[in-house]
């Protein structure tokens, strides 16, 4: 028979860590439409930012807030400095030149973080609440809930700023056509470095939680690769498609997890990319593009 409890224990468990992957997946998504670079370091972005937040609240024992917007600040300024001095100067390029950029990029941070804090696994100070927290008879981590709560405000403020910032407005029109975009006088280098920079912001937070909820070591790079496969299954140029495609396949990782075996996680997801893949290429609500060649 089935236990409807651990059933809802492990979904809510699995709809946590999607709101972490959906946020990643907004970060990663943002840069393509607004660069058509696909970005691989992004899990070593997150990396780096769980690493200066570790820098300031337990090298500089600055208190939680503080560390935190140390943390978006440092973010914001290497996505300037990475688009400034990495990424423009690519442009014109082509497209698997830059993507082997963001692989030589993403080892860089990984060794930047080694050299620094070394390769041991350490634990961020315990900001996130620890007490049991029940919903009804079942059980949820108080870090994963917490988290899930922050990553959605993040989400809200980050389609707050798409829809009602003039900034947020140049993004989508330089995503929606760059030749128009500056034909309507909008600076499209701006908009690029704008990208990278809120792009980072978001990684860094997190980076941030989810080193809060598993520790943090110079492997979480290796997060961004369940990214990858969200914003593929999603649609590479979606922000809803990010969002749903986070949620499920982080509930679908749970459920494999506990169903079937810890191995069974990464094999469930890459089968369903494949399955995606095979039907709609584009992704789940990705835009479906003809070019003739």
């Excluded at 946590?16 to 946020?23: D, V």
Aim: hydrophobic share 60%; net charge neutral; charged share 10%.
């Amino acid at each position: 028979m089935t236990d409807w409890l651990l059933l809802i224990e492990v979904s809510l468990a699995g709809i946590g860590s999607g709101g972490l992957y959906a946020i990643t997946g907004l970060a990663f998504v943002l840069i393509y439409k607004a660069t058509k670079v696909v970005n691989l370091a992004i899990g070593e972005i997150l990396m780096l930012g769980a690493y200066v937040f570790f820098g300031f609240s337990a090298g500089l024992a600055l208190p939680f807030w503080l560390a935190a917007l140390g943390t978006v600040v440092v973010a914001g300024l290497l996505g300037a400095g990475i688009e400034r001095t990495m990424i423009r100067p690519m442009l014109g390029e082509s497209p698997i030149a830059v993507f082997m950029l963001t692989i030589g990029l993403g080892s860089i941070l990984t060794g930047t973080v080694e050299l620094i804090w070394g390769a041991n696994p350490l634990r961020l100070p315990e900001y996130l609440p620890n007490q049991p927290l029940f919903l009804g008879d079942a059980y949820v981590s108080s870090k994963v809930a917490t988290a899930f709560a922050i990553a959605s405000v993040v989400v809200l403020i980050f389609l707050a700023l798409f829809r009602f910032w003039r900034g947020g407005v140049a993004l989508r029109a330089t995503a929606s056509d760059q030749a128009a975009a500056y034909s309507m006088g909008i600076n499209v280098p701006k908009v690029f470095s704008l990208s990278w920079i809120i792009a980072c912001v978001t990684a860094g937070v997190a980076g941030m939680l989810v080193g809060a909820i598993g520790g943090i070591s110079p492997t979480m790079g290796v997060f961004g690769l369940s990214v990858l496969v969200v914003v593929i299954v999603g649609g590479l140029d979606s922000v809803l498609g990010a969002l749903v495609a986070g949620l499920f396949i982080g509930l679908l990782e749970a459920l494999a997890g506990a169903y079937l075996g810890g191995e069974y996680k990464t094999l469930a997801t890459f089968v369903l990319l494949v399955v995606v893949l095979m039907v709609r290429p584009y992704g789940l609500f990705g835009t479906h593009e003809i070019e003739r060649l």
